[in-house]
């Protein structure tokens, strides 16, 4: 091999080793600063509506134009409407919510492709990691509305069952929007998770299947008609551990 093809000397492995380390310590930094900063900005939104939805979806959809509806009907009713903040569902709750009585938030989050954010949001807080974003949708969601979507919007719906289930987080709404789009799902988590026995009959409670955004807003209401919004004592210690 000649000296213009000779590949450089590997780097010393302690220096490379110390170089790793000292970058996870400022990232632990970083992390750390992404949840004081979101936390502070919404701390005045409650009572608050997260909704989730596709990122792909068209304004032209039904679904769309159904979580434009929606989100406009309980900022009206008094609910800040939390969005992903980038596109398709998340532009249309954003929106309509934009065009309410309550504020539009949007947890926007940095993506290679994809996530870009919409203009309709009185709140906009960007985020470099999943886990610090996903916390505070549950943190200040008296609800959570999920329309049709793919893996991210499944993502969310499992993480908050997971924790409600596991008593982790408070019991909130966790409605699903659209009985055809949300069958199949609903019927394999009856028939298989239930029989298999690896969920229990009653987790299938959590969930709600509604397909009238007055409905949507109504069941929210009945859930807290004994009671404030705001997260009893012990709820608050709750989230303080989520």
């Known amino acids: 091999m000649s000296e213009k093809t000779k590949l450089p000397p590997l780097a010393d492995p302690d220096s490379l080793k110390q170089s790793i380390s000292a970058r996870e310590s400022w990232r632990i930094f970083g992390i750390m600063a992404e949840f004081v900063e979101a936390t502070e900005r919404l701390a005045a939104i409650r009572p608050a509506v997260s909704i989730f939805g596709s990122a792909r979806t068209k304004p032209d959809s039904p679904y769309y134009q159904l979580t434009e509806q929606t989100a406009r009907l309980l900022s009206d009713a008094g609910f800040s409407v939390i969005?992903?903040?980038?596109?398709?569902?998340?532009?249309?709750?954003?929106?309509?919510?934009?065009?309410?009585?309550?504020?539009s938030v949007g947890l926007n989050i940095q993506l290679p492709h994809e996530q870009t954010g919409n203009p309709y949001q009185d709140i906009s807080q960007t985020f470099r990691h999943f886990f610090a974003r996903k916390y505070m949708f549950v943190k200040f969601a008296s609800a959570y509305v999920v329309m049709p979507g793919g893996f991210g919007t499944l993502d969310e719906l499992m993480e908050a069952l997971t924790l409600i289930q596991t008593g982790k987080s408070r019991p909130i709404p966790?409605?699903?929007?659209?009985?055809p789009f949300w069958r199949g799902l609903v019927d394999w988590f009856r028939e298989t998770l239930v029989?298999?026995?690896?969920?229990?009959?009653?987790?299938?409670?959590l969930i709600q299947v509604i397909d009238q955004p007055e409905d949507i807003v109504e069941a929210i209401f009945k859930h807290y008609e004994t009671?404030?919004?705001?997260?009893?004592?012990?709820?608050?210690?709750?989230?303080?551990?989520?």
């Open 174 to 179: 966790i409605i699903l929007v659209h009985a």
């Open 195 to 205: 029989s298999e026995g690896t969920i229990s009959p009653d987790d299938l409670d």
């Open 83 to 103: 969005s992903g903040g980038g596109p398709g569902i998340m532009e249309a709750a954003n929106k309509g919510a934009f065009f309410g009585k309550s504020p």
């Open 227 to 242: 009671r404030g919004f705001d997260p009893l004592p012990y709820e608050r210690e709750m989230l303080l551990n989520l």
